[in-house]
């Protein structure tokens, strides 16, 4: 017996014992149980479990926090507010009630665009209308071929493209538009009416690689153009349209060359202003082919106040507006936000537009460019004059692309020329589009027939006057 009780646990030990042995037959009876049950069906309803089931610590938590916020609000409720205090604003001052007013006359003016001229045109001579071929390896003459193929055309104006017979051919071929024919001519004095007359400008055989843009195809794309200008100057054509070029391959062997614009300009020695022009939306640029990082120091008063007289006469000579109305942006966002963003719109823009001598127009801003055509109100006025290449070009093309015009104010001879580039990734497959230089062509005619308008009427106003008595 004293053996027995020697070996056996002591009192607290048995209790111990007797409480494992008891725990390993719950967890061992739990087992039989849960391999005994089958598995609930998908879909079947716990909701008769869930009264039973107590809640999880999820379903705690949000109890608990729910009697906090609650005692929270008690807490809060019983608390003293202080007492609302009265908050008076800075009076406004007067330089800043002016300037709001402003803004607020410039967005509320009415205005409507100008009328067109209501004069009878006299039947003009058609116009002689000369066409450079553009870059040599781009698209220019598809779509030069492809206008002049339609015959209506030469019912409107003489046509003279200036290049030489080997690239018409070779183009031609490749574009296998069999049908369509120049009438080359050795000069000029050999065109013929009713004819799509080629100029060769030159003969050498030039090497032609179409879709890549090298150092030969804008050289003799240069050729082109120097060959309309001499045309222009000694009145042999009344207009020029040129075909897209490549700047990069002509600026490499002219340097400072940075397209036809400036190009025209210096040749013919015209301040001049860039517009693109549809039959909705006309726009003008301040500064034209700069890098951006330059265009805040290139923004000069003289300059601004330069370009809206010359959109303003180009709209009523050239556009045969009576009452033109321009629209001039800003150059910062929202239009400096009354010297907050920018001062240029105060110290620069607004005093240009109030010194431009333009009788007989309406200029009207400077107003924010980020919402102004998104709003609607390019259609309020005749012209859009921007400060830089991109804020007025970008709108342009999204809402004109294809039916626009790129027209040069200011120069002594008219000239335009498609709203694209050289696409060089479609040259020669037959896919590009001709609309635009078409309607470049068109504008060209119109144009040279506004000028003879314009300028009769305002010929010696006082000699007609005396005439008319």
Known sequence: MSDNKENAPKGENKGEGREGNNR?????????????RKPKEEGSENSAAEGDAPKNDSEGNAEGRGRNRNRNRNRNRNKQKAPAKDVKATPVSEEEAQQLQEQADLFNTPFERSASQEVQVPVFAKPTIGITCGDLNGIGLEVIMKTLENKEILDLCTPVVFASSKLASYHRNALEMKDFNFYICDSIEDIKDKKANLVTTWDDNVELNLGTPTDVSGSY?????????EAAKSGKIDAIVTAPINKHNIAAAVEGFAGHTGYLAEE?????LMILASDTLKVATVTGHIPVSKIADTLKEENITSSIELLAESLKRDFGCV??????????????EFGAIGSEEADIIKPAIEKADVKGAIIRGPFPADGFFGQGYDQKFDAVLGMYHDQVLVPFKALAMGSGTNYTAGLTAVRTSPDHGTAMHIAGQNKADEASFRTSVFAAIDIVNNRKVYDEITANPLKKQKEKR
């Not at 794309?221 to 200008?229: F, Q």
């Not at 013919?268 to 001049?272: E, M």
């Open 24 to 36: 390993n037959r719950n967890r061992n009876r739990n087992r039989n149980r849960n391999r005994n």
């Open 221 to 229: 794309a240069l050729k082109s153009i120097n060959a309309a200008i």
């Open 268 to 272: 013919f020695g015209d301040d001049v």
């Open 323 to 336: 009452k033109p109305s321009i629209a001039v942006l800003g150059l910062n966002p929202h239009a400096g």
